[in-house]
């Protein structure tokens, strides 16, 4: 049962335009969200968080928001650039576990 | 440099060939983690460790073997590989098990 869920497997948007990276958690006990980026052949680095009881965190061309009552966060890029392209993972963190959603694989295209 | 460092990239063995893989970290971090990466699976921790000698099962266990020892090392043991433990490898560390983690570059397995 997959505790978080990333339920595009890609994204293609155009250089300029805003990416919004979606993630859905269902264990009410996470209380720290966090995005990673990885590129091919290295591991994942860390984005950006958030914590459970605030809605929004901003970080220049990065934003994540969460709605809490949806158990649903978001990740939006603005502007995409071509460099944004990587696999981007959502994480949630609760009772000393780090739990990883499946991965989206962002592609800004020039 | 801040860095997790995993030893080593590459690996292929044959099924039921001890190997084990190293991880290490300068940060002084006291949480490690060994995460496998599989298409459409994303992260799954496998093993954990909160302290020295503190280890504990992450939600893929079975079939691997960890040891904490010391504070900067947490090797990942794979006793009897059997094809299934076929997948990319991460190690990572964090100060307090939450987040904050620091990847390695990542160890990839292939037993055939």
């Known amino acids: 049962d997959q505790q978080v869920k990333q339920n595009s497997p890609s994204l293609s948007v155009q250089e300029g335009r805003i990416s919004i990276l979606n993630c859905d958690y269902t264990?009410?006990?996470?209380?720290?969200f966090l995005w990673y980026k990885k590129y091919p052949a290295e591991g994942p680095t860390f984005l950006i968080s958030i914590s459970s009881i605030k809605d929004k965190n901003e970080d220049g061309r990065f934003t994540v928001f969460l709605n809490k009552s949806a158990k649903h966060l978001s990740l939006h890029i603005v502007p995409s650039q071509p460099g944004d392209s990587a696999v981007y993972f959502c994480a949630a963190s609760g009772g000393n576990k780090l739990v990883f959603g499946a991965g989206t694989i962002l592609r800004v295209k020039s | 440099e801040a860095q997790v460092t995993q030893n080593p990239r590459y690996l292929i063995t044959v099924t039921g060939k001890k190997l084990t893989v190293t991880c290490s970290q300068n940060m002084n971090h006291e949480y490690m983690s060994w995460y496998r990466q599989d298409p459409g699976l994303g992260l799954r921790q496998i093993y954990y460790?909160?302290?020295?000698?503190?280890?504990d099962k992450g939600d893929v266990p079975e079939g691997y073997k960890v040891s904490r020892k010391e504070k900067r090392n947490f090797p990942l043991i794979l006793e009897s590989p059997s094809p299934n433990q076929t997948s990319l490898y991460f190690c990572?560390?964090?100060?307090?098990?939450?987040?904050?983690?620091?990847f390695g570059s990542g160890t990839r397995l292939t037993v055939v």
């Open positions: 460790s909160m302290n020295v000698e503190v280890t």
């Open positions: 990572a560390s964090s100060f307090n098990g939450l987040y904050g983690y620091t």
């Open positions: 264990n009410s006990m996470f209380d720290y």
